[in-house]
């Protein structure tokens, strides 16, 4: 069964990898600013974003295609992780830093964050479950509560990102063979 799910993370890796070199190579063109969530019960043209953040221990500069959609002028994200019990690196990466880069398309954004709470976290999780179904499913996995996060651009960013071999895979996929 471990091997299973050590094949099944490779694959999950090697799709992210190859989702988000292509969106920053073809600078969120050729279709990459939408992935196929079809097989998730999700939209076969989901909307996504990259969001660049920066370790919180080494510094360097991470890159995470994200499922996401628009609330208003905000782009709502969700640190789901397929419902593992542990945060993504990309959210604990966001809770040290005032703004991140996000890029929507060919734009980059400097935006300001914050995790929705309350009322408002139930309003947008509720938005975000009915635009991917798979978010309810993985609430059920875990104990930990699913955080909503607000993106809110205040400025665009010029600098186009870089894609690196590996780039897009959470540290926890890598330590069990697939990244």
Known sequence: MQEDRAAFLR?????????????IETDGGD???YRDMSAQGGDPKAKTLVLQTFG??????????LLYNTWGDDLIIVASKGGADQHPAWYLNILEAREVVV???????RCTWHVAEGAERETLWRFMSAYYPAYAEYQTHTNRLIPVVVLTPVGEVAERFVWRPGEGVDAAMKEAGAG
């Open 11 to 23: 694959a999950v890796a090697a799709g992210i990898q190859d989702h988000l070199r292509r969106y």
């Open 31 to 33: 279709g990459a600013y």
């Open 56 to 65: 919180r221990r080494t510094g360097r500069e991470q890159l995470a295609p």
């Open 103 to 109: 890029q929507v398309r060919d734009k980059r954004y």
